[in-house]
């Protein structure tokens, strides 16, 4: 076979598992034959870098064209990453999906094929009117999965402002089409010459901005918490990772390749404050959320915050550090994919354990350690990925952060006096979401059930716990062994960013193998020299019962651990507290659906409710419709 037909060979192993799987789950009523086709469209991608590793790329023009020209596909080292740590993800949320016993139907298992090929077009995508057709594919393709027929207003919110993120893509790709004079992204390159500076600020924030209302940048967050609640975990689990690595991959390309990073520097400083508060608002409001999902929401909001400050921060060291450019567009890319991995195994976990109590609210949980002890494990290990402990992958990528952050000696003086309140600001969001992290934790698996399903919880599906334990082997691994990934992601950055520098000279050797080795063997000796001391002349009780032999109802809950932050941060919360049936509760709003986005909503009802009198059911008046409509546009043609 020639070279041209391993790629194409290559190509349909990837793709046409996945279509072929789509068109069964719409016309059988099994999702077995769709899901397995989807799996083997995954394991394909899974080989996409070493795939493209060995051949050194791979480029495609499809066989199809249209009126807007021609389909084209391109792999590059960077975006081959991209497409296998998202395909290892993909396959997990699969494969636990197959055993976690919800019955999904062969439409929802045609959807996940419709959303793998949307995913990886996303990714691969070389030429706009395939990105955009992808990028609009996977926001619908979410929409019809996130259905539960309980609460739908979520769904249409996050349908609304995705949309509304996606005009201001399409503006924006529109343009620079038409600059550039071809529909082919890699005719894009190094666009930010020809349109000049000022044109190019505005680009790059309306591109935040629009992968943002998907990321869950402030103030288009508003649709993450009820989303990611009321959805299938499943669907939450693809949208905060793979969808996610989709959205930062393109984000970055268009703004490091496309138009480029010379003398953005004030926008990237205005990004970089957007994402700032976007990182502490994420962090506060998941110490007040009572369900594990909504918890997990906000934190995929203050982690793609951080991934977006760190690629806006590439923007302000650009003229001044080619390696801490290079280092810090690393953490940004390195972060994205281990934030898929560590947030995919959390949410599978609280599936398995909402599937097993029957349970939604972290005070109804409890005591599961003693009796799921290998979920219990799986959990642990996701918490302290999440919550940057190591030598786990989360710590890696947001040490490479700080890294960035601190070793700012060589960028101008002025920019210099920001860089330690972005240091405070992370060490403050750290703290507070590791205080969330603990408290997601110990309040499902530590302590005494606090419930008769988390007493008695039903037995873990068999092989459910399998994908669970591939994506913590991954979470250790690729924490334990950082160094030959990130020179790959550095390698595929700095070559789409144009940059000749390496991310090793803006870092010290606190990352290097051996300094990880010391720091490993250090804490495990600590914690058991602690462990052997503190357990002299001490009698054993159930871990977060206080010392004492608590039951269920008296032991701490979950609002009582967060109210020292609460009373802290108070006037942000706007909480309102009370007794109900007995209990004292305290229930929180989010402040932008209730000053933004519900006046908003209001206001827009009451506007359609007018405009709906329009609707007569008359033929001749729709027809003066048209007609009205026909004459006004041919004046506007003809002053034009």
Same mark, same amino acid.
């Given at each position: 076979?020639?070279?041209?037909?391993?790629? *194409?060979?290559?190509? !349909?192993?990837?793709? &046409?598992?996945?279509?072929?799987?789509?068109?069964?789950?719409?016309? @059988?009523?099994?999702?077995?034959?769709?899901?397995?086709?989807?799996?083997?469209?995954?394991?394909?991608?899974?080989?996409?870098?070493?795939?493209?590793?060995?051949?050194?790329?791979?480029?495609?023009?499809?066989?199809?064209?249209?009126?807007?020209?021609?389909?084209?596909?391109?792999?590059?080292?960077?975006?081959?990453?991209?497409?296998?740590?998202?395909?290892?993800?993909?396959?997990?949320?699969?494969?636990?999906?197959?055993?976690?016993?919800?019955?999904?139907?062969?439409?929802?298992?045609?959807?996940?094929?419709?959303?793998?090929?949307?995913?990886?077009?996303?990714?691969?995508?070389?030429?706009?009117?395939?990105?955009?057709?992808?990028?609009?594919?996977? #926001? $619908?393709?979410?929409?019809?999965?996130?259905?539960?027929?309980?609460?739908?207003?979520?769904?249409?919110?996050?349908?609304?402002?995705?949309?509304?993120?996606?005009?201001?893509?399409?503006?924006?790709?529109?343009?620079?089409?038409?600059? #550039?004079?071809? =529909?082919?992204?890699?005719?894009?390159?190094?666009?930010?010459?020809?349109?000049?500076?000022?044109?190019?600020?505005?680009?790059?924030?309306?591109?935040?901005?629009?992968?943002?209302?998907?990321?869950?940048?402030?103030?288009?967050?508003?649709?993450?918490?009820?989303?990611?609640?009321?959805?299938?975990?499943?669907?939450?689990? /693809?949208?905060?990772?793979?969808? #996610? @690595?989709?959205?930062?991959? $393109?984000?970055?390309?268009?703004?490091?390749?496309?138009?480029?990073?010379?003398?953005?520097?004030?926008?990237? $400083?205005?990004?970089?404050?957007?994402?700032?508060?976007?990182?502490?608002?994420?962090?506060?409001?998941?110490?007040?959320?009572?369900?594990?999902?909504?918890?997990?929401?906000?934190?995929?909001?203050?982690?793609?915050?951080?991934?977006?400050?760190?690629?806006?921060? =590439?923007?302000?060291?650009?003229?001044?550090?080619?390696?801490?450019?290079?280092? &810090?567009?690393?953490?940004?890319?390195?972060?994205?994919? @281990?934030?898929?991995?560590?947030?995919? /195994? $959390?949410?599978?976990?609280?599936?398995?354990?909402?599937?097993?109590?029957?349970?939604?609210?972290?005070?109804?949980?409890?005591?599961?350690?003693?009796?799921?002890?290998?979920?219990?494990?799986?959990?642990?290990?996701?918490? !302290?990925?999440?919550?940057?402990?190591?030598?786990?992958?989360?710590?890696?990528?947001?040490?490479?952060?700080?890294?960035?952050?601190?070793?700012?000696? *060589?960028?101008?003086?002025?920019?210099?006096?920001?860089?330690?309140?972005? &240091?405070?600001?992370?060490?403050?969001?750290?703290?507070?979401?590791?205080?969330?992290?603990?408290?997601?934790?110990?309040?499902?698996?530590?302590?005494?059930?606090?419930?008769?399903?988390?007493?008695?919880?039903?037995?873990?599906?068999?092989?459910?716990?399998?994908?669970?334990?591939?994506?913590?082997?991954?979470?250790?691994?690729?924490?334990?062994?950082?160094?030959?990934?990130?020179?790959?992601?550095?390698?595929?950055?700095?070559?789409?960013?144009?940059?000749?520098?390496?991310?090793?000279?803006?870092?010290?050797?606190?990352?290097?193998?051996?300094?990880?080795?010391?720091?490993?063997?250090?804490?495990?000796?600590?914690?058991?020299?602690?462990?052997?001391?503190?357990?002299?002349?001490?009698?054993?009780?159930?871990?977060?019962?206080?010392?004492?032999?608590?039951?269920?109802?008296?032991?701490?809950?979950?609002?009582?651990?967060?109210?020292?932050?609460?009373?802290?941060?108070?006037?942000?919360?706007?909480?309102?507290?009370?007794?109900?049936?007995?209990?004292?509760?305290?229930?929180?709003?989010?402040?932008?659906?209730?000053?933004?986005?519900?006046?908003?909503?209001?206001?827009?009802?009451?506007? #359609?409710?007018?405009?709906?009198?329009?609707?007569?059911? @008359?033929?001749?008046?729709?027809? =003066?419709?048209?007609?009205?409509?026909?004459?006004?546009?041919?004046?506007?043609?003809?002053?034009?």
């Amino acid at each position: 076979m020639t070279g041209a037909e391993i790629e *194409a060979a290559y190509l !349909a192993v990837l793709f &046409v598992p996945a279509m072929v799987g789509m068109t069964l789950g719409i016309i @059988n009523r099994s999702g077995r034959a769709p899901g397995a086709l989807c799996a083997v469209s995954c394991i394909a991608g899974v080989l996409c870098y070493p795939f493209i590793a060995y051949t050194g790329g791979l480029s495609y023009e499809l066989p199809t064209g249209s009126f807007l020209g021609a389909y084209a596909l391109s792999f590059d080292q960077l975006g081959s990453v991209f497409v296998s740590i998202s395909s290892i993800v993909f396959l997990a949320i699969l494969t636990h999906m197959s055993h976690s016993g919800h019955g999904y139907t062969a439409g929802y298992s045609a959807l996940c094929c419709a959303l793998f090929l949307a995913v990886t077009l996303c990714m691969c995508a070389d030429t706009a009117i395939l990105i955009l057709l992808a990028w609009e594919a996977v #926001s $619908m393709i979410t929409f019809l999965m996130a259905g539960n027929g309980r609460d739908d207003s979520a769904r249409w919110r996050f349908l609304a402002v995705t949309h509304i993120g996606g005009l201001i893509l399409m503006a924006v790709y529109g343009y620079m089409w038409s600059v #550039s004079g071809s =529909g082919y992204l890699h005719d894009w390159e190094g666009l930010g010459i020809t349109v000049g500076p000022t044109t190019s600020a505005i680009l790059v924030l309306l591109l935040f901005l629009g992968f943002g209302t998907k990321l869950g940048t402030v103030p288009f967050h508003a649709w993450m918490p009820d989303m990611y609640a009321e959805s299938p975990t499943h669907t939450t689990a /693809l949208l905060t990772t793979v969808c #996610s @690595n989709a959205a930062i991959l $393109m984000l970055f390309r268009a703004v490091y390749s496309y138009i480029g990073a010379e003398g953005l520097t004030d926008i990237g $400083m205005i990004v970089c404050i957007l994402a700032a508060v976007t990182a502490l608002w994420g962090a506060m409001e998941s110490m007040v959320q009572t369900e594990p999902k909504r918890i997990l929401a906000y934190s995929s909001m203050e982690n793609m915050a951080l991934v977006t400050l760190c690629l806006a921060l =590439g923007l302000v060291f650009w003229s001044s550090s080619d390696s801490l450019t290079a280092l &810090v567009i690393l953490a940004a890319v390195l972060h994205t994919l @281990n934030h898929s991995i560590f947030k995919s /195994l $959390m949410l599978l976990t609280v599936d398995s354990v909402e599937d097993v109590t029957g349970e939604r609210k972290i005070d109804r949980m409890g005591g599961l350690a003693k009796v799921l002890p290998a979920l219990s494990a799986m959990a642990l290990v996701g918490v !302290a990925s999440l919550a940057a402990i190591p030598p786990l992958n989360g710590f890696i990528s947001e040490w490479l952060m700080l890294q960035s952050l601190v070793g700012t000696d *060589a960028i101008a003086s002025d920019l210099r006096v920001a860089m330690p309140l972005l &240091v405070a600001m992370m060490g403050v969001c750290g703290m507070i979401v590791a205080t969330s992290y603990a408290r997601l934790f110990g309040f499902i698996f530590l302590g005494r059930p606090r419930s008769e399903g988390a007493e008695k919880p039903r037995p873990m599906r068999k092989g459910s716990i399998t994908p669970m334990a591939v994506l913590a082997v991954l979470c250790i691994g690729m924490g334990m062994l950082s160094y030959p990934l990130m020179d790959v992601l550095s390698e595929g950055t700095c070559t789409t960013a144009g940059i000749d520098a390496s991310y090793r000279d803006g870092m010290s050797g606190s990352l290097e193998p051996l300094t990880l080795g010391i720091m490993i063997l250090g804490t495990v000796a600590f914690v058991y020299v602690a462990s052997r001391v503190l357990s002299r002349n001490s009698r054993e009780t159930d871990t977060w019962g206080c010392g004492g032999t608590l039951d269920g109802r008296m032991q701490y809950s979950s609002e009582g651990f967060s109210q020292p932050i609460v009373r802290v941060f108070h006037p942000f919360y706007g909480d309102t507290s009370g007794m109900e049936n007995g209990r004292y509760h305290t229930r929180f709003q989010e402040p932008f659906v209730k000053y933004i986005y519900n006046p908003l909503g209001n206001i827009l009802f009451r506007i #359609s409710r007018r405009v709906s009198r329009l609707q007569t059911g @008359n033929i001749q008046t729709y027809l =003066g419709y048209i007609l009205a409509t026909l004459v006004v546009a041919l004046m506007a043609v003809r002053l034009l």
